[in-house]
């Protein structure tokens, strides 16, 4: 029996793999899953104006998200007084049940809240903004956005060495 097949086909196999990663077909880029901001009321806005009203927004997004939580942290903490004064385990268990309800409920209202006030505005101002800077910056800030301290401390930094470099 010869080892000349068994030679071949593994010498094949071992050139032809990563040949075949190299010429693999390439992914396409990504495109876009928002369409191109139609004419809004944002599309017409200046981009200093377009700045401002999205600060306005990201303010009132805020405000609406440190209320809910203010409020839920009222909630846990009378339940906690309320499970403190308490001995046994399946009241204690009880209350917390309906702790964890109620927070529920205030979740759901709060998120009604958000969709009533805020969430056509935000859709609008993130199209006009995607429609300004185009979709490759939107990936990139998309991807970037999991490692924003480390960028902006870095963006931070180069700031001050132009700076200096500048002087």
């Known amino acids: 029996m010869s080892f000349k097949p068994l030679v071949l086909i593994l010498a094949g196999i071992m050139i032809g793999v990563p040949v075949g990663w190299f010429l693999r077909v390439k992914a396409p880029p990504e495109k876009s899953i928002i369409p191109p901001a139609k004419t809004t009321t944002y599309t017409s806005l200046s981009d200093e104006e377009l700045k401002d009203r999205s600060a306005q927004l990201v303010a009132a997004i ?72 185009g979709p490759c910056l939107e990936r990139r800030i998309l991807c970037c956005s999991n490692s924003q301290r480390i960028f902006s401390a870095s963006n931070r930094w180069q700031t001050v060495l132009n700076f200096w470099r500048s002087r």
Do not use: C, P
């Open 62 to 133: 805020r405000g609406l998200t440190r209320s809910f939580y203010e409020e839920d942290n009222r909630m846990r903490m009378a339940a906690d007084e309320k499970s403190a004064g308490v001995k046994s385990q399946a009241e204690q268990q009880r209350i917390r049940k309906a702790w964890v309800e109620d927070s529920a409920k205030l979740h759901d209202t709060f998120m009604q809240r958000y969709k009533d006030d805020f969430w056509a505005d935000a859709v609008l101002v993130r199209q006009a903004i995607v429609a300004r800077i």
